[in-house]
């Protein structure tokens, strides 16, 4: 059994919009760590070795479906909620913007 160290390197871009928050995930890529020793930068198009030649997809693609998923797609934050509580209730969007132009005018 190989041994392969794996570190996802990402970031969360935070927007600040009228209504709140909005966070997207921007997955930059995967350093995997193969076990002949050579730290390789993965992606989709990048799984193999450039030292002993070994093909990573496996590992690139259970970590990509473990980190790069939705618990990391959907951050839990308390602005993130009150964004998404927003958007589900449209109406209440729609009020607010009024109101928001009526101050505004
Ligand atoms: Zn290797």
């Known amino acids: 059994m190989s041994k392969v160290k794996v570190r996802i390197e ?5 927007e600040d919009l009228p209504y709140g928050k909005d966070y997207v995930w921007v997955p930059a890529h995967a350093l995997i760590e193969c076990d002949c020793g050579q730290v390789m930068d993965a ?22 479906g473990r980190h790069l998923g939705d618990e990391v797609l959907h951050p839990w934050h308390p602005d993130y909620e009150v964004w998404r509580t927003f958007k589900e209730n449209r109406t209440e969007y729609q009020e607010w913007l009024e109101l928001r132009s009526l101050d505004q005018g």
Do not use: I, Q, S, W
């Open 10 to 14: 990402g970031h969360y871009e935070v």
């Open 43 to 64: 992606d989709e198009h990048h799984t193999t070795c450039p030292n002993c030649g070994a093909d990573r997809a496996d590992v690139l693609r259970e970590v990509a």
